[in-house]
């Protein structure tokens, strides 16, 4: 059956709206980005020649494309991008997929770090969080570690991409080859669900490194190791920022004050959870 550009929208958008339990407009908006990677085009494009029918060659990636969405693979994935803080990154599934909530990390950061800061973003993954900094304080001095190399490599060709001079990327298990080094702010998106989270085996997660996502039986395996070695490596004043689960900002917040940190609290995203929890030592 040939469909136009129009009837694949409308009718490949409720396929997957039923098959993904999406909401209907999210739903067409993948069937329109997917058509707009294989024929390398603007949604204006699509707007403009609604009655265009896809050659074989044309359609035949776009049915691949559309049968692994089908499957529940993630979008940014079949792209092989994701927008985040206005800019856009690769991700491969050898990285998280940069997500809206994680922007919340990025406005607190921007609004501590010093004229000429030096910040540590640790498990950069994508290099999402580390590079979005970058380029709004290019006077800053950004480090970013991760423990997986091809994590590292995906995060340095976005450094290429944007064009990012004040970037070293570092391949570190967290704090192991940072020895000696302080930075007046540190933050990471580190893993912290639960290792038997039922989530895991749900939505765009089951694609995504499960080194990325668990962290232990209660989650905050890798937030431990974090707080214990940050302070360390900050210097007077500096800042620890650490993303976290909807139901743990209590216990970061109580670990780091256990830690030594001063001036403690949450900050929430727009859904009004408490996102990030950030203090000083």
């Known amino acids: 059956?040939?469909?136009?550009?129009?009837?694949?929208?409308?009718?490949?958008?409720?396929?997957?709206?039923?098959?993904?339990?999406?909401?209907?407009?999210?739903?067409?908006?993948?069937?329109?980005?997917?058509l707009q990677a294989v024929l390398g085009v603007n949604r204006a494009y699509l707007i403009t020649y609604p009655e265009r029918i896809l050659n074989d060659d044309e359609h035949?990636?776009?049915?691949a494309l559309f049968e692994r969405r089908l499957r529940g693979e993630p979008i940014a994935y079949l792209l092989g991008m994701r927008e985040f803080f206005g800019l856009n990154f690769k991700v491969t599934p050898d990285t998280l997929i940069p997500r809206p909530d994680t922007e919340l990390l990025v406005e607190l950061a921007l609004q501590h770090i010093p004229q000429r800061g030096a910040v540590l973003d640790m498990g950069t993954g994508s290099g999402a969080i580390a590079l979005s900094i970058a380029h709004q304080h290019p006077d800053a001095a950004v480090v970013a570690v991760d423990a997986s190399t091809a994590a590292l490599e995906v995060a340095a060709e976005n450094t290429r991409r944007l064009g990012l001079k004040n970037v070293r990327l570092?391949?570190?298990?967290?704090?192991?080859?940072?020895?000696?080094?302080?930075?007046?702010?540190?933050?990471s998106?580190?893993?912290?669900?639960?290792?038997?989270?039922?989530?895991l085996d749900q939505g765009d997660v089951r694609f995504e490194p499960l080194s990325a996502l668990a962290s232990g039986p209660d989650g905050m395996d890798d937030i431990r190791r974090i707080?214990?070695?940050?302070?360390?490596?900050?210097?007077s004043g500096g800042w620890l920022m650490l993303e976290h689960g909807y139901d743990q900002a209590e216990r970061v917040r109580r670990l780091l004050q256990e830690s030594g940190f001063l001036d403690v609290s949450s900050a929430r995203d727009l859904a009004g959870i408490e996102r990030v929890t950030l203090a000083h030592i």
Not at 178 to 185: C, H, I, P
Request: overall charge negative; charged content about 20%.
């Open 1 to 34: 059956m040939t469909l136009s550009l129009a009837e694949t929208v409308r009718l490949h958008g409720k396929q997957l709206q039923y098959a993904l339990n999406l909401d209907a407009s999210s739903a067409r908006i993948e069937v329109q980005c997917l």
């Open 60 to 63: 035949a990636r776009y049915a």
């Open 170 to 187: 570092l391949h570190s298990d967290w704090f192991a080859r940072l020895a000696g080094e302080r930075f007046d702010l540190i933050v």
């Open 189 to 199: 998106n580190p893993p912290y669900i639960e290792a038997n989270d039922a989530h």
């Open 227 to 235: 707080s214990a070695g940050a302070v360390a490596h900050l210097r």
